[in-house]
């Protein structure tokens, strides 16, 4: 049996950065969950599928070739995926992909899948409930809304993404309205067993030496 660290939480918590220093120093591998929705999103427009075929949506992901490198990058059936994944146009459709129940079910099947070849941090919104329940170390990263926003909106800048601060905030405060109360299965939620990592208060290095901190000691 390989080890999981399971981690959920929300949008623009920083948990992909988190997670996937963990995997760096561990020497696991990281998996980002989100990007595997991201590709059914990316898929599914570039085949014409609309979100309500949702047997077409199913077959879709069942057929797909994901993989997922440690240094983040996504490649969809061989193609690297990394950047287009990333649009805004992606990130209107993913939420309406991510709420396709069986879609969710087939995703567990394959995310359970890749922890059956190497240890791994996997990290998404339904990690520690639904995809690995039974995980030994679950974590739940955190931040206010206000500290995720500011992040995000200097992050756009960088990049050259014109947004106003007060977008960037609604566009959150949605995000995490729809994988909250995802009225099926997959909602993120909090759960006593999970360890909660405000990375709000922490730098990166805090909160991953928090994790592998519990991950040592447990
Ligand atoms: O983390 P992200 O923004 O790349 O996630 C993309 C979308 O997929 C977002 O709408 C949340 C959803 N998602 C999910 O429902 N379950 C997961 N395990 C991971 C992501």
Do not use: W
Not at 55 to 82: A, E, F, P
Not at 124 to 130: A, E, K, N, P, S
């Amino acid at each position: 049996m390989y080890n999981i660290i399971a981690i959920d939480g929300t949008s623009g918590s920083g948990k992909g950065t988190i997670a996937k220093e963990v995997a760096r120093r561990l020497n696991y591998t990281y998996i980002d969950t989100g990007a595997m929705y991201r590709c059914v999103a990316l898929k599914s427009l570039e085949d014409n599928i609309s979100l309500d075929e949702e047997d077409k949506m199913v077959n879709l992901l069942k057929n797909m070739d994901i993989r997922l490198t440690n240094d983040g990058k996504v490649y969809l059936d061989g193609r690297d995926v990394s950047t287009e994944i990333r649009t805004e146009e992606i990130n209107d459709r993913v939420p309406k992909v991510a709420n396709i129940v069986p879609l969710r079910l087939v995703m567990k099947d394959k995310q359970r899948e890749m922890a059956t070849k190497s240890d791994v941090v996997m990290e998404g919104r339904d990690i520690t409930t639904h995809i690995f329940p039974d995980a030994k170390y679950k974590f739940y990263i955190d931040a206010s809304i206000d500290i995720r926003a500011e992040r995000r909106y200097k992050q756009n800048l960088e990049k050259g993404i014109e947004s106003t601060l007060e977008e960037v905030k609604k566009n959150l405060e949605e995000r995490d309205y729809n994988d909250m109360n995802r009225n099926t299965i997959g909602a993120l939620k909090r759960t006593p067993e999970q360890h909660y990592i405000d990375n709000g208060k922490n730098t990166l290095e805090e909160s991953v030496n928090e994790i592998l901190k519990i991950v040592g000691e447990e």
